[in-house]
């Protein structure tokens, strides 16, 4: 299957900083990307949905000045986590399709975000 | 949004058990698709499935789309097989996940 790679996989940050998640698809264009997060057994919940070269759709109750999502490329999407603080203490994955192909999904490995 | 359910939330087997997971979902999808969660967080991809049936091993599954439901079926259960497997189901760019199933295999 295609690969999408995820970087960093663990990140620990102090309380006000920032902090930037990048996803990035290594052997095909992504026309879409989804960005998620999951906190200790539970389920992953959706964040937001970003197609290439416009403005990422935000779920209900997800903060867009918090957590800034851009899509520039066919290949790349960042999360960035603003003035992150400890109950963003999560982990976070993102996965990427190509919806004229089909619309299997392939996910990176997760980034674990501890804010101290 | 699209709903999606998983049963049971917990199984626990003995080793060499077989075993059916179910995946019900509340609208037409264009991608269904079971993955399993490793100890470290990575999604693993089982299968691929909005329609049909697809086997890999002792894993299958099967989607009835026109009954919105998926099945995924273990047989012959190992200790690796342990950990949390999930469906998730996208009707258009809105790909949403079950809650899991908790699978426990006994040696």
């Known amino acids: 299957g295609a690969v999408v790679s995820q970087h960093p996989s663990w990140v620990i940050c102090k309380s006000g900083t920032s902090v930037k998640i990048e996803c990035r698809s290594l052997?095909?264009?992504?026309?879409?990307m989804f960005w998620y997060r999951q906190f200790p057994k539970q389920s992953l919940m959706l964040m937001a949905t970003?197609?290439?070269?416009?403005?990422?759709?935000?779920e209900q109750g997800v903060e867009k000045d918090k957590f800034l999502i851009n899509h520039a490329s066919l290949t790349l999407s960042t999360l960035t986590v603003t003035s992150a603080h400890p109950e963003d203490s999560s982990f976070y994955i993102c996965?990427?399709?190509?919806?004229?192909?089909?619309?299997?999904?392939?996910f990176g490995q997760g980034t674990r975000l501890t804010v101290v | 949004g699209i709903q999606v359910e998983q049963s049971p939330p917990d199984l626990i087997l003995q080793e060499g058990a077989n075993s059916t997971l179910r995946c019900n979902f509340s609208?037409?999808?264009?991608?269904l698709q079971w993955f399993h969660q490793n100890p470290w967080g990575q999604l693993i991809n089982l299968f691929y499935?909005?329609?049909g049936t697809k086997q890999n091993g002792r894993l299958s599954a099967t989607t009835v789309a026109t009954e919105r439901y998926s099945l995924l079926y273990i047989s012959s259960s190992q200790t690796t097989d342990s950990g949390v497997y999930f469906c998730?189901?996208?009707?258009?760019?809105?790909?949403?996940f079950g809650a899991g199933t908790r699978l426990t295999v006994k040696p």
């Open positions: 996965s990427a399709t190509w919806l004229w192909q089909n619309t299997e999904a392939f």
């Open positions: 970003s197609n290439e070269g416009s403005k990422a759709t935000y």
């Open positions: 998730a189901a996208d009707p258009f760019n809105d790909m949403r």
């Open positions: 609208d037409s999808v264009n991608n």
């Open positions: 499935i909005p329609s």
């Open positions: 052997d095909f264009q992504a026309t879409t």
